[in-house]
């Protein structure tokens, strides 16, 4: 894949807003330089890539989102773990478990299912319901822009994959106290937090903000 570093060409009056990008990790302004279909633009400062066009993307996209969506639900409602300790045995998905705080604990229910389901969910509903069209070649749907504004805007919101890996470290020191078997939905946050990285990896948000302008 060939790398394209910015230009840094510092901003001119003259410029259109819309000729220019900046970085969302440093803040250094950029015209918009070239990008070919299999290269990609990186800031020239702290190398995070800025437009990186994928042809499909968009229906791959979409399949990501798909799948994590299924998953999300299908791991909230399986088993996440069994626990033998002193011959007693419990097991408890992520819906029990959330379900199982009362009084003042409550809000910490409520806080754990929309970080962990309800903000994932929406984000990634609200990223179908934007690509959908623009993969058909159809005009965006009516308030695209501010579907795609809000489903970022979730980005440090959308917790599922960070209760993953705090979940598993939880676990591993758990384990020496007691038998812990790991159920089929902790399999699948496992697999979730790779489908969502590889979901932030393929997405050019640059291409998709340009799509909808169009
Ligand atoms: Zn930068």
Request: hydrophobic letters at 55%; glycine letters at 4%.
């Amino acid at each position: 894949m060939t790398e394209t570093g910015a230009s840094t060409t510092p901003t001119r009056e003259q410029d259109a807003l819309g000729d220019l990008i900046v970085c969302p990790s440093c803040d250094l302004v950029y015209t918009v330089p070239d990008v070919g279909p299999r290269e990609r633009a990186v800031c020239l400062r702290c190398r995070r890539v800025l437009i990186a066009p994928r042809r499909k993307a968009g229906k791959q996209l979409i399949a990501l989102a798909l799948t994590v969506l299924i998953l999300i639900v299908a791991a909230s409602i399986f088993p996440f773990l069994a626990i033998d300790a002193g011959g007693l045995h419990h097991k408890a998905s992520i819906l029990d478990t959330a379900l199982a705080f009362h009084g003042m604990l409550s809000v910490l229910s409520v806080a754990v299912l929309f970080f962990i389901v309800v903000i994932p969910m929406l984000r990634l509903c609200l990223l179908i319901y934007v690509l959908v069209p623009l993969i058909r070649d159809r005009p965006p749907a009516p308030l695209s822009r501010e579907a795609f504004a809000l489903s970022e805007a979730l980005v440090p919101w959308s917790m599922a994959e960070i209760f993953a890996i705090g979940c598993a470290v939880a676990l591993v020191k758990l384990s020496d106290l007691a038998d812990v078997v790991y159920g089929p939905a902790a399999w699948m946050f496992a697999v979730l937090v790779v489908l969502v990285v590889a979901t932030d990896r393929l997405m050019c948000r640059y291409s998709i903000w340009k799509s909808l302008e169009s």
